[in-house]
């Protein structure tokens, strides 16, 4: 697989995690950016070759391609005063942005968007890692994709409009489930009950969605139309008046969903 | 570890698994009654010695113990008709159901709660399944504790009030997270984007919630107040107005859980 030269533009988590990932892939580091140098800094040093900088002046550079990896709101404003030689990649990282923040930049330019959370706590299995790749030419889009097959197994083409949807569709399903979890560890809490006691059925919930579909996996009070039992469960929930709204809204939204779907049929 | 000398009421999922469990765990399964004799042939049939009868009318039986593993609004039904010998115990498996339905029984009883989703497509690893145990009186409490630990390592003793504390949070955490995954899922349907994409990004997302808690897991444009994002998404569901209120309902929630918590400190 091909060997790319690369600098990285940011020194947070997702660039600590993507420069450590290439290098270990036999790709080279050439630059760390950051606005402050101690950060890039901090960064350079954990990899091979790379010098810390704090110009976005890249005129000099020898790299190929250049990964934007820092938050959303400065994206804009590395596009607008970034350098780089005429023949090189710049790539952004974000699953929100369009490609279109990178168009005032002199090169090609795409989007290099790893579908994970990253965190300091917990090392991910890169090779799992859905990457999503688009590039606003041919020469772009082929050189991301070879970079993101030699990181991942689950390489994906993605527009702009695609990946808007993806972020849409995460949110439901990794940040709403994830304050679900919240809400139970809180409900539980009230008897001292040990959220972890729910591990198991999560987990095969969630194996099991991914296994038969979410559609064909739903299970509980709501899809049953069992009113009894949700009954029960609001007075409880009465006392906590959002977490009463979570509940019945879901409960009415599954009852409505399988309910089109007969009516469909 | 102790043998026992069980009867099974009950011929669907969880009477099936279970009497299957059991057996494996060198508990003997006597009888296995269903009102219609043909299916309660079906599951014995599957057993070593146990024999399908379609009469409630235990007394002369010389089993031990008493698994109700049926519908929850059957287990009434089966409470009141049911003749056990005075010196047994009959336990039902609901996890909503509280103990009490089983009082006009005229021996111990108590709940051997499995807490997990059982399905015909996935076997699951016992082991690893928390059970959930309650007793009248000390001889049913230590037997079915006794019986729960021959088949799991996370045997908890857990009081009616907090099955159904349990119960709810469940619903959160199984139910909704599943129904979440179905609306992501839909969103994907938009433009064909296979709903696996996201699998690696929502199992990071449950294992990093019970490594580090929901409430320390929590990302997103909802935690972030990113209301730049939030309205683009909102913005996007507006030709699905129940789409719209469910992300609008948990988008405020995560808000407003948040900012308590900071006024809290």
Do not use: W
């Not at 050189?143 to 991942?152: E, V």
């Not at 059925?201 to 996996?217: C, D, G, M, N, R």
Request: charged letters at 25%.
């Amino acid at each position: 697989m091909k060997s790319f030269k690369i600098s990285i533009i940011g020194s947070g988590r997702v660039a600590t995690q993507l420069a450590k990932q290439l290098e270990k892939h036999s790709h080279t580091i050439y630059e760390v950016y950051s606005r402050r140098i101690e950060n890039a800094t901090l960064l350079a040093e954990q990899l091979y070759d790379a010098v810390a900088v704090d110009s976005l002046d890249f005129s000099e550079s020898e790299a190929e391609i250049f990964i934007i990896a820092v938050a959303d709101d400065a994206v804009s404003f590395v596009a607008e005063n970034i350098i780089v030689p005429e023949d090189s990649i710049v790539a952004h990282t974000s699953g929100t942005l369009s490609m279109r923040v990178l168009f005032p930049i002199n090169a090609s330019v795409g989007v290099f968007y790893p579908l994970q959370t990253f965190s300091k706590e917990k090392a991910v299995q890169f090779k799992e890692i859905p990457i999503c790749v688009e590039g606003n030419d041919e020469y772009a889009t082929e050189t991301l994709l070879d970079l993101a097959d030699s990181l991942s197994k689950k390489v994906y083409q993605v527009s702009s409009e695609e990946r808007a949807l993806l972020h849409i569709a995460a949110v439901f399903a990794c940040n709403f489930t994830n304050h679900l979890l919240h809400i139970s560890q809180q409900i539980l809490a009230e008897k001292d009950i040990d959220f972890t006691i729910l591990e198991p059925l999560v987990k095969e919930t969630i194996q099991k969605a991914f296994l038969i579909s979410p559609e064909k996996a739903q299970t509980g009070p709501a899809i049953r139309k069992d009113k009894k039992t949700i009954e029960k469960h609001l007075a409880h929930l009465a006392k906590d008046p959002d977490k009463h709204t979570v509940y019945q809204v879901l409960t009415e939204h599954i009852m409505k969903c399988f309910a089109n779907q007969k009516q469909s049929k």
